[in-house]
């Protein structure tokens, strides 16, 4: 079966380069993202387990333990060897799975969630169709995409395989870099400067995001029948 690029790079990520890039979430601009992206999923997450797929550095999984019972998938045993030594209490959680071979249990997940992958991946058919097979009957799963691939196309695949789109949520202004003007750049540019300096409460962070109107990301939110 043919990996995806991300998945070819991924799997063999290594240990040290896992530590950095933990590292890198606490910067002030990651640490906002991160609460953007959590109160998002908090809004929809239904009672039941959790399943972090892929885990990576554990961007949010941290913040829902103790509320949720976790679980984490990941295609590199390191970033799985990660989370273990994180979390030893709950370390066989976490395991091994891929978009192209998630492994087991099927049926067994209340909510799945994946953050900024899905654009990556060689196949989204195929990686919607193993997704679908871990999640229970009635159960949520939350997935980034850029807004322009989500299309009449990707709607029919998810309904093909027992998915129904129940919301769509636009956020993430500050990665469309790549589609902004010169105006929209420059403001762009002192908006990170000024969370770099620590002066953007996360409120403000929130509402610039809410108001600019072009969008890098969208969080699909789709239930299982």
């Known amino acids: 079966m043919e990996k995806s690029i991300y998945s070819q790079h991924f799997e063999n990520i290594t240990y040290e380069h896992i530590v950095g890039a933990a ?33 990576g550095t554990g961007r949010v999984y941290p913040s829902l333990i103790g509320e949720y019972e976790d679980y984490g998938k990941d295609i590199a045993p ?39 992958v899905l654009n990556n991946v060689h196949d989204l058919n195929l990686a919607i169709a193993n ?37 769509c949520v636009s956020y993430d202004w ?20 000024l969370i770099k300096r620590g002066l953007m409460p996360y409120f403000l962070y929130k509402l610039v995001d809410r108001i600019m109107p072009r969008k890098g990301l969208s969080m699909l939110v789709v239930k299982k029948k």
Do not use: C
Request: proline share 8%.
């Open 174 to 193: 500050v990665s469309s870099v790549k589609e902004m003007g010169r105006i929209e750049a420059g403001i762009r540019s002192r908006f990170i400067s």
């Open 131 to 167: 997704t679908s097979k871990l999640l229970k009957p009635g159960g949520i799963w939350m997935f980034n995409l850029p807004p322009k691939r989500v299309t009449d196309d990707l709607i029919h695949t998810l309904k093909v395989n027992g998915l129904e789109l129940q919301d």
């Open 78 to 116: 390191p970033y799985v060897t990660y989370a273990q030594e994180q979390y030893p209490d709950i370390a066989d959680h976490f395991s091994e799975g891929s978009f192209e071979d998630p492994g087991g249990p099927k049926d067994f997940f209340n909510n799945i969630y994946s953050l900024r």
């Open 23 to 55: 590292t890198e979430l606490e910067r002030p601009f990651e640490k906002l993202r991160t609460k953007h992206d959590l109160s998002i999923l908090k809004k929809y997450l239904i009672p039941g387990n959790v399943l972090d797929f892929p885990i």
